[in-house]
């Protein structure tokens, strides 16, 4: 048993309060567990970093969200330091960040996606790549940071130069009608479908993270043969990545043409009290506790 964890969590990115309120929940839960823990709010300082690994534990909670702490920089630092991590490894973190390369490793895998375009945000305000209606993302965000559905007769530039804070390229996607539904994976196995219904919009920033604007169905209820793909897509998804650990996949469901798109793979889901993998968890017979203590128990790092 790895009996003393270091819980990563804050950071630096767009996402780091959700970070913050992820780790004490893991930190917490570790502790009911049993298990002796050091949080480390995670700043852009090596040397502090590094001194906070001393005394070295048997593992890291990466509860981090968002660039270098889900992207493969901070696992890469930990496979030199060869300390036992959380999630997955610095290849699978990194391919999944970067949604227009996960799209091909998920093409390649036969996993069906929406059609998109990654071009210049210039290009994107002279004319439509796309067909409306088609969703504007950041190639490399999460928690949808960034992301803009335009709808026909929008007359409104695709993106505000003023607020877009994420480079020079934008990924732009065919929107897929219908409803949205999630899947976790817990190693190698999918653990149920979520659908989400946005009270208001559309499953945003503020829809994740915000109590009351989000309803959660759990199980989804959608027909069966829906349901099974949603989970062999998940779990497809998670293997083609080379993820390990617990990973969620977001999907849409065009319930007119009965079709389930694959939209990402979240390498580092949210641990917070509205989050979505240990509510599956849960619905699965999982409590919290067991389910952080079987991520550190099954904490590895690349060789």
């Not at 969200?65 to 696992?75: F, M």
């Not at 973190?93 to 949604?99: F, H, I, R, V």
Request: one cysteine or more; charged letters at 25%.
């Amino acid at each position: 048993m790895k009996s003393s964890v270091v819980v990563l969590k804050g950071g630096w990115s767009g996402e780091r309060e959700v970070s913050l309120v992820s780790g004490a929940a893991v930190a917490s839960a570790l502790r009911e567990k049993g298990y002796r823990v050091r949080e480390e709010d995670v700043r852009r300082d090596m040397g502090a970093f590094l001194a906070a690994l001393e005394p070295r534990p048997d593992a890291v909670f990466n509860a981090l969200h968002g660039r270098y702490g889900e992207d493969g920089r901070i696992q890469g630092v930990l496979d030199i330091l060869a300390i036992p991590y959380t999630h997955s490894g610095a290849l699978a973190s990194a391919l999944a960040m970067d949604k227009p390369m996960a799209k091909c490793v998920f093409a390649r895998a036969g996993i069906p996606c929406p059609e998109g375009v990654v071009v210049a945000i210039d290009e994107l305000l002279r004319r439509d790549v796309l067909p409306r209606p088609y969703v504007v993302k950041p190639p490399a965000e999460g928690s949808s940071l960034g992301v803009r559905i335009v709808q026909q007769g929008d007359n409104n530039p695709p993106i505000d130069r003023t607020q877009w804070r994420y480079g020079d390229r934008v990924l732009v996607e065919r929107y897929i009608p219908g409803r949205e539904i999630t899947v976790a994976v817990m190693g190698d196995r999918s653990l149920g479908v979520t659908e989400l219904r946005p009270r208001v919009g559309f499953y945003d920033y503020a829809a994740k993270y915000t109590a009351g604007k989000t309803d959660h169905l759990v199980p989804a209820p959608v027909p069966t043969p829906v349901y099974e793909q949603a989970m062999d897509l998940a779990l497809r998804a998670h293997m083609a990545l080379g993820c390990r650990g617990v990973s969620r996949a977001d999907l849409r469901y065009d319930q007119t043409n009965g079709g389930v798109y694959l939209l990402e793979v979240n390498t580092q889901p949210g641990m917070t009290p509205l989050s979505l993998v240990p509510e599956q968890a849960a619905y699965a017979g999982i409590p919290f506790g067991d389910l952080v203590a079987w991520m550190v128990e099954q904490a590895t790092c690349d060789a």
